[in-house]
């Protein structure tokens, strides 16, 4: 084994595209960290669970679990929205009070049974033309590439999510601080602050590693604190890192930095191989 950082950072997003929760140990199961994206939104007008990269307010809006999840049912959250009101899952307005504030019919589920597919299939595109919409999704420029999704899961292309999962595409995102110097020193006037990139588990690499390391984990198994991670692919990234969150500024040239300096992606996505306990300030190792 191969030591190459610890754990700096954990965190948790009770509710899809919504700012999260950090902790200071969590519990990973083969579905990642107990809790993560355990609540989600649909809208109703297109017929599917979305997030902000459709609906960009809600990464403005924070979510907490009232109680700690235990791997088996998703408790009520309390979410914040940006006027600091608040609101639980399990109030009996708060799919009207988001639809107010996202100009949109939505409403709020908990995970669904893989079984029920209908609830995660996708919906009509917002544009009919495959392309254009990417486009839109990604963020990408009429002049840059689309980033290649041959690596993901094939169910995401008919359903919005892997089968009962509100998870883009694989159930952990792991980011190290490496990357976000190298990228916050190719562009000095933005903020390549972690919210922005919602990892799961942020890496504080090994004194003396520099660039984009964790790209280099692809294909590998990497043993952070009692879990064992297999690395699955680069993160590709999207139009949401470049909203604004809390106080964090919306800031298009983040992601033009990240197609043009960091081959489009940031960070790695992973499943999990072993579960376990992971603290803050766990060893992370290559295996």
């Known amino acids: 084994m191969s030591a190459v950082g610890r754990v700096a950072e954990i965190w948790r997003y009770p509710v899809k595209s919504m700012g999260g929760e950090q902790l200071t ?21 297109a017929g599917e669970i979305r997030g902000a ?19 088996r049912q998703v408790p009520p959250a309390t979410m914040t929205l940006p006027d600091g009101a608040q609101l639980r899952t399990t109030d009996g307005d708060a799919s009207a009070r988001l639809s107010e504030l996202l100009g949109r019919q939505v409403t709020l589920w908990p995970l669904q049974p893989p079984e029920r597919r209908d609830h995660y299939r996708r919906g009509l595109p917002d544009d009919p033309d495959f ?69 799961n588990f942020l ?38 890192t470049t909203l604004a969150a809390d106080e964090l500024p919306k800031d298009p040239s983040v992601l033009r930095t990240i197609v043009r300096d960091a081959n489009q992606n940031l960070g790695v996505y992973a499943t999990v191989a072993e579960t376990g306990l992971v603290n803050v300030g766990d060893t992370v190792e290559l295996i």
Request: glycine share 8%; with cysteine; hydrophobic share 40%.
């Open 53 to 71: 990269k459709k609906l960009p307010a809600l990464m403005r809006c924070r979510a907490r679990y009232d109680v700690e999840p235990d791997g």
């Open 25 to 45: 140990r969590s519990q990973v199961g083969p579905l990642g960290i107990f809790g993560d994206r355990g609540w989600a939104l649909r809208d109703e007008s």
């Open 131 to 199: 392309e254009t919409e990417l486009r839109s999704i990604f963020g990408r420029l009429p002049d840059e590439p689309l980033p290649d999704l041959t690596g993901l899961p094939p169910e995401v292309f008919e359903f919005t999510s892997p089968l009962g999962t509100y998870f883009d595409a694989f159930p952990v995102n792991v980011l190290t601080r490496a990357s976000l110097a190298e990228l916050a020193a190719r562009n000095p006037s933005a903020q390549f602050d972690r919210r922005r990139f919602r990892p």
């Open 203 to 240: 890496v504080e690499p090994l004194d003396g590693q520099r660039g984009l390391i964790e790209n280099e984990w692809c294909g590998k198994r990497l043993r952070i604190g009692g879990a064992v991670l297999a690395i699955a692919m680069p993160t590709m990234r999207c139009v949401m």
